[in-house]
């Protein structure tokens, strides 16, 4: 894939592709923890598999289906990302915390899905580069009155059914 040198960097950082990501895809070592996930976003928006398998860490590779990145990488349509929080991950740091929100679409005009993960990152290697270690899903916590709706009100678990038919009943 080809850009120029006024095409935005598909990981939302509103700089260039070639002053952001490009480099690290091309071998620069990510200086943070923040930057080496956006520069993983970017790579699959790109289909850049090869960076991407080259950027786990050694314990994590062994689970990884190159086929399968691939295909979810290349068959996808990336829409954005979005850097929920970062916790360490900096210049001077050992490992770090990213958690992000990657929107995509299983198929062009498709319904927006949400990858919301929080990534571990660490540094290793004789060169001591950032590399991806773990990621689990966040799961969004329901909301919750704080008082029970009326009986004819909608259920607060959000059924759609009425709250004397559904929870309380």
Known sequence: MTTSTTTKCPCGSETTY?????????????PTAE?????RYTA??????????ATYAPSAAADVDRDATEKWSKGTTWLGLT???TEKGGPADEEGAVEFIARHSATKGGKELL??????FARGGADRRWQF????????????REEHPGRNEPCSCGSGKKYKKCHGA
Request: net charge neutral.
């Open 18 to 30: 070639e002053a952001c990501c490009g480099p690290l895809i091309a071998g620069a070592a990510a």
């Open 35 to 39: 930057a080496l996930m956006r520069s």
């Open 44 to 53: 699959y928006v790109r289909g850049e598999i090869d960076y991407i398998l």
């Open 83 to 85: 850097i929920v929080a």
């Open 115 to 120: 990858h919301h993960e929080r990534a571990t």
């Open 133 to 144: 270690v773990d990621g689990q899903p966040v799961k969004i916590q329901p909301f919750k």
